[in-house]
């Protein structure tokens, strides 16, 4: 089944990749020539996750999905949650997110923590969405050179060090990306089937 993952983070890509392995034929946004950077202007994941799946189908007719993450942080409301790309700002660099991050929660008792995702299929014009969560408490310090984002700052509940001390294989193993994408499989086989 052809499916286009509306995102420009390879990253993402790569960690999809890894989890499905070659049951779906995967096309990138760049794959399928689309060079835009789909907004997140909503209030909720789930609304964010929408937007960008319903997108990429307007625009192609061609069955997708797409994803948004957030940090919610216990100690601070929920925040970073659906703001976490921006935290710091529009030039959403990830080292600036984890500078704030850590000076807001400097002196912070409670560390606890979630990341969450929701994901959005559009398949022929139904969506459905898929949630996964990955609790786990924030660092005082910045720990490993791995992944992405916030994954310097994210120890999962069960482990002893942090996403991005931890190869792709590893992470899977806690990833609320993970999570997300393994109902998500499980879905398209019971459909494929
Ligand atoms: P989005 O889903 O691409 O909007 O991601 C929101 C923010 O969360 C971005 O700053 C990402 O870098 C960050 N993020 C998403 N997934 C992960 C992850 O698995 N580890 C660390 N940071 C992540």
Same mark, same amino acid.
């Given at each position: ?77 929920? %925040? ?7 935290? @710091?700002?529009?030039?959403? $660099?990830? !080292?600036?997110?984890?500078?704030? =991050? ?66 792709? %294989? ?7 990306? @993970?999570?997300?994408?393994? $109902?998500? !499989?499980?879905?398209?086989?019971? =459909?494929?089937?």
């Amino acid at each position: 089944m052809k499916l286009i993952f509306a995102t420009n983070n390879e990253n993402k890509v790569k960690e999809f990749k890894s989890l499905v392995g070659n049951n779906f034929d995967i096309i990138t946004l760049q794959d399928a020539g689309i060079d835009i950077d789909i907004p997140e202007p909503h209030d909720t994941l789930e609304a964010n996750a929408l937007e960008k799946s319903e997108t990429i189908y307007r625009m192609t007719g061609t069955n997708c999905f797409g994803e948004d993450t957030g940090l919610e942080i216990t100690a601070l409301n929920g %925040a970073p949650g659906v703001l976490s790309a921006r935290y @710091a700002g529009e030039q959403k $660099l990830a !080292a600036d997110n984890i500078t704030k =991050v850590l000076q807001e929660m400097e002196g912070v008792t409670n560390r606890e923590a979630q990341f969450r995702t929701v994901l959005s299929l559009i398949l022929d014009g139904k969506e459905y969405q898929f949630e996964g969560i990955c609790k786990g408490h924030i660092t005082t310090a910045v720990q490993g050179e791995k992944g992405f984002g916030y994954d310097p700052i994210f120890v999962p509940e069960g482990a002893s060090k942090s996403f991005a001390e931890m190869d792709l %294989a590893e992470k899977n193993q806690y990833s609320h990306r @993970a999570k997300a994408h393994h $109902l998500f !499989a499980e879905f398209l086989k019971s =459909v494929n089937a």
